[in-house]
């Protein structure tokens, strides 16, 4: 238990970081509020759930082993990363007469973080490089979930609070349009560098 502190730090910097499901949050935080990004981010967490499942019971090592199933998932990936980041630039002007239903629902953050790749990495470092319970290796795991999903929550909340500052810039046209391009850009270039570092 003397490597809670590190693992904790750790794992602030592998979630925290940005990368496409900080960064997407940001941007539907920026684009529609904190209020109405809140199922957004709750999807996050839901699918980064899933990836802490699939990871900690190493299903993950045996879907990648799969011949083929890498470049398939990577295609998929890239194409909703794509059509994700579509949506956040092409978001109108906040206004109070935007549309209810517009923004980003909690199963398209849950997809985004099933194929994130960062996610699996990320995950995949917590779980090989730390040992928070020796005597009980399903101990040890269970703890690491929770704590990692405390943190993520804490993170995820904090990318969205950050994204929602800029909700004020966003009433104007032009100003709206250039960051939430910004942020569609942003979005593409992590993922870029997370398939390809």
Same mark, same amino acid.
């Given at each position: 238990? @003397?490597?809670?502190?590190?693992?904790?730090?750790?794992?602030?910097?592998?979630?925290?970081?940005?990368?496409?499901?900080?960064?997407?949050?940001?941007?539907?935080?920026?684009?529609?509020?904190? &209020?109405?990004?809140?199922?957004?981010?709750?999807?996050?967490?839901?699918?980064?759930?899933?990836?802490?499942?699939?990871?900690?019971?190493?299903?993950?090592?045996?879907?990648?082993?799969?011949?083929?199933?890498?470049?398939?998932?990577?295609?998929?990936?890239?194409?909703?990363?794509?059509?994700?980041?579509?949506?956040?630039?092409?978001?109108?002007?906040? &206004?109070?007469?935007? &549309?209810?239903?517009? @923004?980003?629902?909690?199963? @398209?953050?849950?997809?985004?973080?099933?194929?994130?790749?960062?996610?699996?990495?990320?995950?995949?470092?917590?779980?090989?490089?730390?040992?928070?319970?020796? @005597?009980?290796?399903?101990?040890?795991?269970?703890?690491?979930?929770?704590?990692?999903?405390?943190?993520?929550?804490?993170?995820?909340?904090?990318?969205?609070?950050?994204?929602?500052?800029?909700?004020?810039?966003?009433?104007?046209? %032009?100003?709206? %349009?250039?960051?939430?391009?910004?942020?569609?850009?942003?979005?593409?270039?992590?993922?870029?560098?997370?398939?390809?570092?």
């Amino acid at each position: 238990m @003397e490597t809670i502190g590190p693992f904790i730090l750790a794992a602030l910097a592998l979630t925290g970081s940005p990368g496409p499901n900080t960064l997407s949050l940001a941007a539907v935080g920026a684009a529609y509020g904190q &209020k109405r990004g809140l199922r957004y981010m709750l999807g996050l967490n839901l699918g980064m759930a899933g990836v802490i499942l699939i990871v900690g019971s190493g299903v993950s090592g045996f879907l990648f082993a799969l011949p083929g199933a890498a470049p398939v998932i990577t295609v998929i990936a890239g194409l909703y990363f794509i059509y994700l980041a579509y949506r956040i630039a092409s978001a109108p002007p906040l &206004k109070a007469t935007m &549309k209810q239903d517009s @923004e980003p629902k909690w199963f @398209e953050g849950t997809f985004l973080s099933l194929i994130n790749p960062k996610a699996y990495a990320a995950m995949a470092a917590m779980f090989s490089s730390f040992i928070l319970v020796a @005597e009980n290796r399903v101990m040890d795991s269970f703890f690491k979930a929770a704590v990692l999903m405390l943190v993520l929550i804490v993170v995820n909340i904090c990318w969205l609070y950050a994204g929602s500052i800029l909700t004020n810039f966003l009433k104007h046209d %032009r100003l709206s %349009r250039a960051i939430n391009v910004m942020f569609a850009g942003l979005l593409i270039i992590s993922v870029l560098i997370t398939a390809f570092i």
